[in-house]
């Protein structure tokens, strides 16, 4: 849904009329995950995708109906022995896809703190009404009391597990999407690894802030696709840098100037990630001193070092692709392992 926010304001603000098309389960294999959403307008644009291509002309069919004037509907796409003849999904999976005019409120163009969409996609009454929960604030809704209070408490529900699911409220069935700030990346050391890294996270839904005060180094030219550049030292900009569960810090400089300030501040706080570049000496080195200023083993063991998963990188390049790997792993608690030996039926796409 993120990808299409930016969107769903522009056409909204320009008076277009146009349908969502959101997945809301998926059975198996499948080429995107609960959640994703397409747009369909009523003088033919597309944004978005439900499945990479796979049934995309077979939604935009159900949606033209439902911008027709047709009620909201619910359409199963995959293969099974009773939909052999249908639209399928070449990985074998099956998706359930919720179509419905975009009414109501809409969320912002971008998400700057944790927002949950709940949408009412089954039910004796409300189908197709949203309301959208951000923080104690809540808009749109059925104007039932009792019912909007349900969809609240999913909404809560959700932002603790993180992911999107269709739940029950009474009779009714919720989809409940959490839509969460992009992960914050902070690259402390302007070199040539963190040039590379910044390009791949800042594509890879990651918020990027590079902080060095080396201004020759650390400027647009070499970190354009940076949403942020602190040119200072850590210690000074650091506090300023609000470090939480959302979160990830990429220490690259070998220089304990940057470093041990660097980890001091961070590992005081809940960062989801902490990873430190350097060899097994470097490491040793560092461990000391982080044990001299009062930290315990527990603490300094949380710190991915040497940084990066094992995949025999060696330019700057691939270390940056090792570095992000473990970011993504941390991001969904994984442990890195090949896919073929995790045994699972859904793991992502085909």
């Known amino acids: 849904m993120k990808d299409v926010l930016e969107t769903i304001a522009r056409w909204r603000d320009g008076g277009e009329r146009f349908a969502l098309a959101t997945v809301i389960k998926v059975d198996g294999s499948a080429p995107r995950d609960e959640g994703a959403t397409m747009l369909i307008s009523a003088s033919g644009k597309i944004e978005g995708s439900v499945s990479g291509g796979c049934v995309e002309g077979a939604v935009v069919d159900e949606a033209r109906s439902v911008l027709d004037g047709g009620p909201a509907k619910i359409v199963r796409?995959?293969?099974?022995?009773?939909?052999?003849?249908?639209?399928?999904?070449?990985?074998?999976?099956?998706?359930?896809?919720?179509?419905?005019?975009?009414?109501?409120?809409?969320?912002?163009?971008?998400?700057?703190?944790?927002?949950?969409?709940?949408?009412?996609?089954?039910?004796?009454?409300?189908?197709?009404?949203?309301?959208?929960?951000?923080?104690?604030?809540?808009?749109?809704g059925t104007g039932d009391a009792g019912l909007d209070a349900a969809m609240d408490a999913l909404a809560l529900a959700a932002l603790a597990r993180g992911t999107a699911k269709t739940a029950q409220a009474g009779a009714h069935d919720v989809f409940v999407l959490p839509l969460l700030p992009d992960s914050r990346l902070i690259i402390v050391g302007a070199v040539h690894i963190a040039s590379a890294l910044c390009e791949l996270a800042s594509r890879s839904g990651f918020a990027v802030t590079v902080v060095d005060p080396r201004e020759r180094l650390n400027n647009r030219e070499r970190f354009p696709a940076a949403r942020r550049l602190v040119v200072g030292w850590p210690e000074d900009e650091l506090p300023a840098l609000a470090v939480d569960e959302n979160t990830y810090v990429a220490v690259l400089t070998h220089d304990e100037k940057f470093d041990d300030p660097t980890l001091e501040h961070v590992l005081r706080r809940p960062a989801r990630y902490v990873g430190a570049i350097g060899s097994r000496k470097t490491q040793a080195a560092r461990r000391a001193r982080l044990e001299?200023?009062?930290?315990?083993?527990?603490?300094?063991?949380?710190?991915?070092?040497?940084?990066?998963?094992?995949?025999?990188?060696?330019?700057?390049?691939?270390?940056a692709v090792a570095i992000l790997a473990e970011l993504i792993a941390a991001k969904y608690d994984r442990a890195g392992m090949k896919l073929k030996d995790r045994g699972e039926e859904h793991i992502h796409a085909s």
């Open 292 to 319: 001299r200023a009062g930290f315990s083993s527990a603490a300094i063991d949380a710190v991915h070092a040497p940084i990066g998963l094992d995949i025999g990188a060696q330019t700057p390049e691939e270390i």
């Open 77 to 140: 796409y995959g293969i099974n022995k009773n939909m052999m003849w249908d639209v399928g999904l070449s990985c074998g999976g099956a998706i359930e896809v919720y179509i419905r005019r975009f009414e109501g409120p809409a969320p912002p163009a971008e998400i700057t703190r944790p927002t949950v969409i709940c949408t009412i996609v089954r039910g004796p009454s409300h189908v197709g009404t949203a309301r959208i929960v951000d923080g104690a604030t809540a808009t749109g």
